[in-house]
């Protein structure tokens, strides 16, 4: 991926969040959006949200289970702000479920036309797998999830 696909992803994030910030859906701060195996569901995601979310997210542990997200921390993500599609799409609020359906259509579209637009191969699967995939990076390293600022899941944008 160039640096200028990065900024796509990045930029057809932006339009995501504006998105939802009109849909206006409730979060309770529960947390268990990335509590995966306890509330039942699995985050999938492309090959291009990967790869910008291995680009700037924190260190983690390998291997990475499938039944929750490494980059929760004390109810906390640690990756917000290159957090894939479905982490954004995903609140609670059953008024919310038919909108949050149709903005995860549209724009896992669009992201699957920027791929092809760009030569990128395409593939979409559980987050554990890509993580799971990726070359380790040191825990210890300078940016630790210690050092990495903590945004409150409930701050949605
Ligand atoms: S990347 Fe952040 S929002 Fe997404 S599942 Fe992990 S902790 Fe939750």
Redesign the pocket.
């Known amino acids: 991926m160039t640096l200028a696909d990065h900024a796509r992803v990045l930029a057809l994030y932006t339009e995501v969040d504006a998105s939802i910030a009109a849909a206006g859906p409730k979060c309770d701060s529960s947390g268990r959006?990335?509590r995966f195996k306890e509330y039942g569901h699995t985050?999938f995601i492309s090959n291009l949200e990967a790869e910008v979310?291995l680009a700037s997210?924190p260190p983690f542990e390998q291997p990475v289970s499938r039944d929750f997200?490494?980059?929760?921390v004390e109810n906390l993500?640690?990756?917000?702000d290159p957090?894939?599609l479905?982490?954004r799409v995903y609140f609670c609020d059953p008024s919310y479920q038919n909108t949050g359906n149709e903005i995860t259509e549209t724009y896992l579209r669009r992201l699957k036309e920027l791929a092809d637009a760009s030569g990128l191969p395409w593939r979409y699967a559980p987050?554990h797998e890509f993580l799971n995939e990726a070359e380790p990076r040191s825990v210890h390293s300078s940016k630790t999830a210690e050092n990495t600022t903590r945004i409150p899941?409930a701050v949605r944008t």
């Open positions: 959006c990335c985050l979310l997210a997200c490494p980059f929760q993500c640690t990756a917000r957090r894939p479905g982490c987050l899941l």
